[in-house]
């Protein structure tokens, strides 16, 4: 079975908003929407839709405090960012 960072890698773009707020969870913790936003400077308005897709795909959960919590560690993330960049000479 695939994994979940695969599968986000899979269906995410890197430079997509929902991919930049996925990471910021992962980097930060469990945040509320307003505060992603504020600390990403992603709008309140791609912020939130974004966040509804990431639940949806299974990426983040929503606790009962309302904040958002990715299910993918952040070392996970990084880990294979720098296992897919180039090779430098």
Known sequence: ?????EKAIRELS???????V????????????????EETGIPPGT???ALR???????VVQ?????????IAFTEIISDLYRRREPRI
């Open 1 to 5: 079975m695939e994994d979940l960072l």
């Open 14 to 20: 890197a430079d997509t908003s929902t991919f930049k």
């Open 22 to 37: 996925l990471t910021h969870l992962s980097f930060r913790g469990p945040s509320l929407p307003g505060l992603i936003a």
């Open 47 to 49: 912020v939130r839709p």
């Open 53 to 59: 897709t990431l639940l949806g795909k299974g990426f």
């Open 63 to 71: 606790q009962d405090d309302g904040t958002y919590k990715s299910k």
